[in-house]
């Protein structure tokens, strides 16, 4: 099959430029190439379409063509849109209409062979994917990555700030945007049945798609690179990752303490990922400190515990509640706290902490899908995770567990799944079995190809099969971006505020 990858935010370089420096180069991306990848393998035809841009500040995106040495049958292909200059995702919209997919139509009529079915990826992509559809008729699935409703619910928007937050975020085109890809996709993909349930759901969508209706949705989750995670994988920096560790160790932790288990922890210092639970679970659990020291893992900052470092506002304010619960609880010595950069050197960490029997705590509020618990348990390690999102469906089916679930609210019920697996060697043994098992047989990027490829198939050979009853006409602005068809904040207010209807 031909098959193309709408996403014209962010952009794609053989070197992965930006990738986590900026808010539009993180998991979309990595998930798109391993996607794309996977497929090249198989021997698909694959073109990834992102956004040209001539920008001295961005030169590795100048090309109209790219691709990854040693992959077969995946081109990187840029098209113009707008101005020169790199723009966020949120001032993309007009470029797209007016540019970017006459570009693309463009492209392939000179080529002469068109994809069979695009996949499309975010509002914007899948926005192009409504428009080329309604020009030249390929089918395209819609995959929302991250939806406008819960990024506005995140950001607690009230009618009183609406204005401000549209401006900026440009929430009204998004909306009606997103509204549009669900409606006319040929099928929308979510990573888990709660993403479809709790995301599709939101009023503001309501009319757009319908979340009881099958034909319109199918889950097909991401995957693990084994390249890096899998247990028997070796990094490049293997053996510097693991001097680096131990010296850390050797900082942070009192010297007959050195040689224990571990409880890796390894995100965001973000409120979210709830950090200080698990420090206080640790606190509160003697069993736990007798049997391990609690690690973090900490992205840029080294020695977060003692500085700040270039940790931002919210890091610094999660980093103070740590450092208040260590002191109180007189915690030194049996906590280390570091920085690793980079999938490789995390990888080759667990590897490391997983041969003296440690384990991985993810104890996050909430986790949409959970890809970190499941790439530390590729590398050996069992987790405890937060039952709440993508991890009681990855980790659990029916009473098989392939990890420990626990409510992140209650730092007992941490304390408990953390002892779980810390005082019983056989339990470690089992979790660590059947947690990486679980990952070979559902998680991995070939899985998600496949999973795609089939529904691919079945669109190309009827496209009408899975599509709603009723589509939703095409906004006139995203006919002819002027600022007089612009959606306007009565239609925003009556999408997102709407209530009851
Ligand atoms: O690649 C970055 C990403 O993962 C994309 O899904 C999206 O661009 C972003 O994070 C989240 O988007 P937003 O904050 O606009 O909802």
Not at 434 to 457: H, K, N
């Amino acid at each position: 099959m031909h098959i193309g990858f709408l996403n014209p935010q962010g952009n794609f370089d053989p070197a992965d430029s930006y990738w986590t420096e900026h808010p539009d180069f993180g998991g979309q991306l990595v998930y798109v190439k391993s996607v794309a990848m996977a497929m090249g393998e198989m021997g698909h035809s694959v073109d990834i379409l992102t956004r040209q841009i001539q920008d001295p500040e961005w030169p590795e995106f100048s090309q109209r063509f790219d691709s990854y040495p040693g992959v077969p049958n995946v081109r990187i292909v840029r098209f113009p849109a707008g101005p020169d200059a790199f723009l966020r995702k949120e001032l993309l919209w007009p470029h797209l209409v007016q540019d970017w997919v006459p570009n693309v139509i463009a492209f392939y009529a000179n080529e002469g062979g068109r994809p069979d079915a695009f996949t499309t990826h975010y509002g914007d992509g899948g926005l192009c994917g409504v428009l080329i559809e309604e020009d030249v008729g390929i089918p395209f699935t819609f995959t929302g990555h991250s939806l406008g409703a819960q990024k506005m619910d995140k950001l607690n928007v009230r009618p009183d700030d609406l204005e401000e937050m549209d401006d900026h975020f440009h929430f009204g085109r998004r909306l009606v945007a997103e509204r549009l890809s669900m409606n006319r996709s040929a099928v929308n993909v979510t990573s888990t049945r709660q993403e479809r349930f709790e995301q599709y759901s939101h009023r503001a969508y309501r009319g757009a798609v319908d979340v009881e209706d099958d034909r319109r949705f199918v889950v097909i989750p991401p995957g693990v690179n084994l390249d890096i995670f899998g247990a028997d994988a070796r990094a490049e920096n293997e053996t510097v990752t693991r001097e680096r560790v131990r010296d850390r160790l050797e900082r942070d932790l009192d010297e007959g303490r050195r040689g224990l288990p571990a409880v890796v922890a390894s995100s965001r210092l973000d409120p979210k990922k709830n950090h200080v639970g698990l420090v206080r679970a640790f606190a509160r659990s003697e069993e736990v400190q007798e049997r391990a020291n609690l690690v973090l893992i900490t992205g840029a900052l080294d020695d977060p515990l003692r500085e700040d470092g270039s940790a931002g506002g919210t890091e610094q304010e999660v980093l103070a509640e740590i450092r208040e619960v260590v002191e109180k609880r007189d915690l030194e010595g049996k906590i280390s706290a570091f920085g690793l950069q980079g999938q490789p050197a995390l990888a080759a960490a667990y590897r490391f902490l997983a041969e003296r029997g440690s384990i991985f705590a993810l104890t996050a509020h909430y986790e949409p899908f959970g890809l970190a618990p499941l790439e530390a348990v590729a590398a050996g390690l069992p987790v405890v995770v937060t039952q709440n999102g993508g991890p009681s469906e990855s980790l659990r089916e029916g009473d098989t567990e392939y990890g420990v679930l626990v409510d992140p609210a209650d730092p007992d019920d941490i304390a408990k799944g953390l002892e779980r697996l810390l005082s019983d060697e056989e339990a470690w043994e089992e979790f660590a079995r059947r947690g990486r098992q679980r990952v070979l047989d559902r998680y991995t990027w070939d899985r998600t190809a496949q999973s795609y490829l089939e529904v691919l198939r079945e669109i190309v050979v009827a496209p009408e099969a899975r599509r709603p009853e009723k589509l939703l006409p095409i906004h006139p602005y995203f006919r002819d971006p002027e600022p007089e068809n612009d959606v306007t904040l009565d239609e925003l207010s009556e999408l997102y505020f709407r209530s009851g209807r």
